[in-house]
């Protein structure tokens, strides 16, 4: 799936729709965090006090609030005295920083899953909505990856990087300030690495972003493997072809691997230097902050408050850093994520209208090509009668199942290609959904989903009262065939209906569609997997329940089209003969042909 070029502007847009109701609390969390760097700073100043003031008996440099908080506790002498008072202060601000860490985590949690739910609401809504043809053209796999994982690497940046920022910020200049105020020198020392450190950080946001970007890819890649394996196991092993995908599955897994080997080694390399920096930034505070205590230069309170911020500083520094890298995999997530969100939805070219859906079918000099194909249709032209059979013989890829996905408006009639019409109504101008709610469709490749046989017949309507899912099933010479299993209609259907045979399955399709008792019925070689009496049988059931309905019948199978009061030929996307059964049977030509070889395999 390639991704076009996202603009900034639309990835931020996105990003602050899906904020949209966990920004207040991302905002609490972020003061969460606040309040924690804050009592972080406010321990080795206690120290420094205890250690310098109090029981040191120095004049070392304070500022003005804290020398106005130790005269309304008593003066420096009191609390030689009371020592324990600090002690409690100490304890004040460790519970502080308790409360602070608990409302943090409580509600950055809170905001990070209503932030997932969001995301994955609307990637599943905007998805529902795109064209067919977007469908057909991206794997189901790489789509939910996009909707797993590059969901989880957002809100792993969001919640644990993003909502950290303040804290970073409080905690890089409120220690850069108390240590300045003790020592400037070795204030000096200490930051020696940072510019390093940040610099290298930006280096290495830009060299894995594109290997995150080939990783996060070939996940997809990966996803679609075992989703069209998982899905399709009968026909694994039908053929035997256990080996052969395993071996397939391995070959794209180690390849996989091989990415994220060869992106853990700049991580590695990245955070091993990142280490080894803040190690020699300790040591040189040790070191040299030791020095100035040995000539005076620095009291001891305030050496240890020293070492405190050194090692509080390196924390937001290596954050920092953490934050430009996962930027880089975030970034590649979001990119992702937009391309789907930017895809167009399905539109209305037209008017929207709602006519009645019971005249002529009309298609009026159709020709249609998919994208990057040759044309498959070529100047179709034929009306329906309404309330007539319709038959359509052909060919594989002659254009059968083209034209009911024009008719469905599942594929777009572009401009200058022709016209379909139903009543007289130009179908652009139909309302897409009226019109598929008028169209009852069979597709060649019947589709159920992991539900009971009830829930997959009453698809449409799951309050539908049990006698109407009964009936649809009698028509469709299905009701016998639940009756035999021993949870009847509540037998649960495997994914894809693997549970059931073929013919079975395309009853169940023929009864869903059934239920919505449309004016127009298209059944797309739906009646290929059952046999002849069965597919009379339905014929005769749908004559009977549905006289008055518009009928279309794609089939190679001569007797399925024989009652049609129309049948069209079609050869290379073209019509090549047309008419009744008796009048192609005794005109000499392909339908003849066929007619007269499945009559002879039927006989012998």
């Known amino acids: 799936m390639e991704n076009n070029k996202i603009s900034k502007e639309y990835k931020r847009a996105l990003l602050w729709r899906f904020l949209k109701g966990s920004k207040a609390t991302f905002v609490l969390s972020m003061v969460c965090a606040a309040l924690s760097a804050l009592a972080d700073l406010l321990s080795p100043q206690i120290v420094r006090v205890a250690v310098d003031n109090v029981l040191g008996g120095k004049d070392a440099a304070l500022p003005p609030l804290v020398l106005r908080l130790v005269e309304r506790a008593g003066g420096f002498a009191y609390l030689a005295e009371h020592i324990w008072i600090m002690a409690l202060a100490l304890l004040a601000v460790a519970l502080l920083k308790a409360l602070s860490v608990f409302g943090y985590n409580v509600s950055k949690t809170r905001a990070a899953e209503t932030l997932v739910k969001t995301m994955r609401d609307s990637l599943f809504a ?81 060299k894995i972003g594109e290997a995150f970007m080939k990783a996060d890819e070939n996940e997809g890649v990966l996803s679609s493997m075992a989703q069209e394996n998982l899905t399709g196991v009968r026909v694994v092993r039908a053929f035997g072809a256990e080996r052969r995908e395993r071996d397939r599955f391995f070959a794209q897994n180690d390849y996989y691997t091989s990415l994220w080997m060869k992106l853990a080694q700049p991580l590695a390399q990245f955070w091993s230097v990142s280490d080894v920096l803040s190690g020699i930034q300790i040591l040189l505070i040790v070191v040299f902050g030791s020095v100035y205590c040995i000539r005076g230069e620095m009291l001891p309170g305030a050496y240890i408050a020293f ?12 954050m920092l850093g953490r934050m430009i890298s996962e930027m880089s995999k975030a970034g590649v997530s979001i990119d992702r994520i937009a391309y789907i969100m930017q895809a167009e939805e399905e539109k209305e070219t037209g008017r ?54 024009l008719l469905d408006k599942l594929y777009e009639l572009p401009e200058g290609c022709g016209t379909i019409s139903v009543g007289g109504t130009d179908i652009r101008d139909i309302d897409t959904a009226h019109l598929r709610q008028n169209i009852g469709m069979v597709l060649q490749e019947p589709y159920l989903f992991s539900r009971s046989l009830r829930e997959n017949i009453a698809i449409t309507d799951p309050a539908m009262p049990m006698d109407a899912v009964r009936e649809a099933a009698r028509a469709a010479c299905l009701d016998e065939t639940i009756a035999g299993f021993s949870k009847g209609y ?35 070689d739906s009646l290929s997997a059952v046999d002849t009496e069965t597919d009379a049988k339905i014929r005769a059931a749908l004559e009977r329940r549905f006289g008055s309905a518009s009928i279309i019948l794609i089939s190679h199978r001569i007797t399925t089209l024989s009652k049609a009061d129309q049948i069209l030929v079609l050869e290379k996307g073209r019509i090549v003969e047309r008419g009744s059964h008796e009048e192609l049977r005794r005109a000499g030509g392909i339908y003849q042909q066929i007619c007269e070889i499945q009559s002879a395999s039927a006989e012998q």
């Open 126 to 206: 905007h998805i529902e909505r795109l064209p067919f043809a977007w469908h057909m053209k991206h794997h189901t796999g790489d789509i939910i990856q996009r909707c797993t994982s590059d969901i989880d690497t957002t809100k792993n940046f969001v919640a644990e990087q993003m909502t950290n920022i303040i804290r970073i910020v409080i905690l890089l200049c409120l220690s850069l300030g108390f240590m300045l105020s003790m020592s400037w020198k070795l204030t000096l020392i200490a930051v020696l690495p940072v510019p390093y450190i940040i610099l290298r950080s930006f280096h290495f946001h830009r």
């Open 352 to 405: 929207a209208l709602r006519p009645k859906m019971d005249g002529d079918i009309r298609f009026e000099h159709v020709s249609y090509a998919y994208e990057n194909s040759p044309e498959i249709l070529h100047d179709v032209d034929f009306t329906m009668k309404a309330g007539s059979t319709l038959g359509i013989l052909g060919g594989t890829g002659s254009g059968k199942s083209t034209m009911m996905l």
């Open 307 to 318: 070492l405190s911020y050194g090692a509080i500083m390196t924390w937001p520094v290596r």
């Open 490 to 524: 509540e037998t649960f259907v495997g994914e894809r209906g693997v549970t059931l045979s073929g013919g079975q399955k395309q009853r169940a399709a023929i009864a869903r569609m059934l239920t919505q008792n449309t004016p127009i019925m298209i059944f797309d």
